[in-house]
């Protein structure tokens, strides 16, 4: 397959299956973490300031968004249309507990001023 286009992914989606409901945006701005290539993420439900938010491409044709605030979540997927599908990993601080659950989120317009 040919390699993704992260330009065409930034915008915002619906996560319709995994452990909750809820929307979350794909931003371009650069994010500087210890990820190369990492670009903002928001999500579009509460959480705390020290959430780590970030998204990238990785050499496999995946998209992964990282959510953590020293544990918290993994989402890897795939791209189909304007859907991703993949799987969603816990973080834990629970030694060999990292539940995981099957993930896919559809393309949603964005609320005003999300990206």
């Known amino acids: 397959p040919a390699p993704l ?3 065409a992914l930034v915008g915002c989606y619906r ?3 995994g452990p909750e409901t809820w929307s979350f945006a794909l931003d371009s701005a650069a994010e500087p973490t210890s990820e190369e290539g ?3 993420a ?3 439900v509460p959480r705390p300031e020290a959430v780590e938010e970030y998204w990238l491409l990785t050499d ?3 998209v992964v968004y990282v959510q953590h605030e020293g544990w918290g979540m993994l989402m890897e997927f795939v791209v189909r249309g304007d859907s991703l599908t993949g799987i969603h990993h816990m973080r834990t601080d629970v030694i060999g507990w990292e539940p995981h659950v099957p993930a896919a ?3 949603e317009p964005c609320p005003a001023g999300a990206l």
């Open 5 to 7: 286009e992260w330009r």
């Open 15 to 17: 996560l319709t299956q």
């Open 38 to 40: 990492a670009r903002r």
């Open 42 to 44: 928001r999500s579009f």
């Open 60 to 62: 496999r044709n995946t």
């Open 105 to 107: 989120a559809v393309r």
